[in-house]
């Protein structure tokens, strides 16, 4: 299924042109679609049969209120990295009961609150973090849910910024450190062993590493059964790659099942965030200026790194089309940069394309880690977010005004003699 498609040589969102969206929105904009978000989870729930799993959607892939709605309406769990994000999904009616809480830096009051709310675990990701959760748990009087994040150390062979498997990055715990925590948790009042998590990376567009990781925290789980430790589920992370360019992605049906075959009666836990919402979004943006020198030609648009980070963080591809398909224009092989004032602020590199002032140009496979890393930097405001159902479609986040911008600020006023 593709939500974005085109017919009679418009850029479509679901049934809605997305010249439309664009004259009734304002550029630049984030355009999801609702009908795509949801066959992309239920292609992932169809995977796992009748086999006990939960499905946890990491929410910092893409946090708007209408996306989480969307999931939450499916009975899909979620994968929290903070309070806030918690809070979120609480807001649109999902169940703090069907939420696990990551991150390597969870604070006393956020565990008291994810505590009282009644989430599904706690991820622990260190000895330090896993004495706090006993010691809040104690205080108020609630045994906390545990799994240990095991660090692997499988290198998935993605970018190094987005690695969370080897030992050089700071996330979960070696097994042999993983297994004096479980031990200490199996003889603590306070805390209820749940499981075993680990987490290796995102973009990840081979099998391998995962069914590597997964073997991995296999033994560990075989050597806690000699401990007469016993878990009840295995939480597998995310990380399933998308196609920006022309990568050959996983196949979700496999996946599930090679994993499945290995282990037994436990109940399986993910937490996929791009492979959900990753081709469900675009963000589209209009052509300003059009400037071409002796060795260079640059389409100057409304949209920039801030609204749009992943390029200029990462150096990552994404195709970018005119919503028009026609043939008007310059015909050159074009950068797209946007108008802050940073050499690394461009969308899209080398695209062959005919341009002329007044195009707009979709960024695609823009869901993910779209929205959430834009800031404010150089004073802009954020762009609005749209969804389209079918041919209904809707603002899911009003556009910033320069006004909002200042108003968490005040001038000091030294008004010592």
């Known amino acids: 299924m593709n939500s974005f498609y085109f017919h009679n040589k418009v850029l479509h969102a679901e ?27 239920y292609q992932l729930e169809k995977a796992f049969g009748s086999h006990p799993h939960l499905i946890c959607y990491a ?29 979120r999904v609480i807001a649109v009616g999902g169940k703090p009961s069907l939420c696990v809480f990551s991150g390597v830096a969870k604070t006393k009051g956020a565990i008291q609150k ?36 095991v660090n692997p150390n499988v290198d998935a062979k993605t970018h190094p910024y987005i690695s969370t498997g080897l030992t050089e990055n700071k996330f979960g715990v070696g097994a042999d450190i993983a297994l004096s925590l479980y031990k200490k948790a199996s003889n603590s009042p306070h805390l209820d062993i749940c499981g075993l998590d680990y ?34 589920h295995i939480d ?12 050959k992605t996983i ?30 979004g675009i963000f589209v943006t209009k052509i300003e200026h059009l400037k071409q020198n002796n060795s260079k030609s640059f389409a100057i648009v409304d949209g920039a790194m801030n609204d749009l980070l992943r390029p200029a963080l990462y150096g990552s591809y994404h195709h970018a089309v005119k919503v028009s398909e ?18 690394t602020d461009f969308l899209a590199k080398d695209r062959d394309l005919n341009l002329e002032e007044g195009d707009y140009i979709a960024i695609l496979t823009a869901g993910a880690y779209g929205f959430v890393l834009s800031s404010n930097y150089n004073s802009r405001p954020r762009v609005a977010e749209v969804m389209v159902d079918k041919s209904s479609h809707a603002i899911v986040r009003k556009r910033e005004t320069i006004e909002s911008l200042f108003e968490n600020e005040l001038i000091f006023k030294n008004e010592i003699n």
């Open 236 to 247: 597998i992370g995310g990380g399933v790659g998308v196609k920006y360019n022309d990568e």
């Open 326 to 343: 026609n043939k008007k224009g310059i015909k050159a092989i074009w950068d797209i940069v946007g108008p802050v004032c940073e050499t």
């Open 114 to 149: 994810a505590l009282e709310y009644g989430i599904y675990c706690f991820n622990v990701e260190s000895a330090s973090e896993l004495n706090l959760i006993e010691s809040v748990a104690n205080d108020i009087g609630i045994k906390a849910p545990i799994s240990i994040r």
């Open 199 to 232: 987490h290796i990376g995102s973009q990840i567009t081979d099998v391998i590493p995962f069914i590597e990781a997964l073997d991995k925290a296999l033994e560990l789980i075989e050597e806690l059964k000699v401990e007469k430790i016993n878990l009840r």
């Open 15 to 41: 049934s809605v042109s997305v010249s439309d969206l664009m004259e009734a929105y304002g550029s630049p904009l984030y355009i999801y679609s609702k009908n795509q978000i949801e066959f992309n989870w």
């Open 251 to 280: 196949n979700i049906e496999k996946y599930i099942q090679s994993v499945l075959d290995k282990v037994g009666g436990l109940q399986v836990l993910i937490e996929p965030g791009r492979s959900i919402i990753g081709n469900a």
């Open 59 to 87: 929410v910092k892939a893409n946090s708007n209120l209408a996306v989480l709605n969307v999931l939450a309406n499916l009975g899909s769990g979620f994968d929290v990295v903070s309070i806030g994000e918690l809070e």
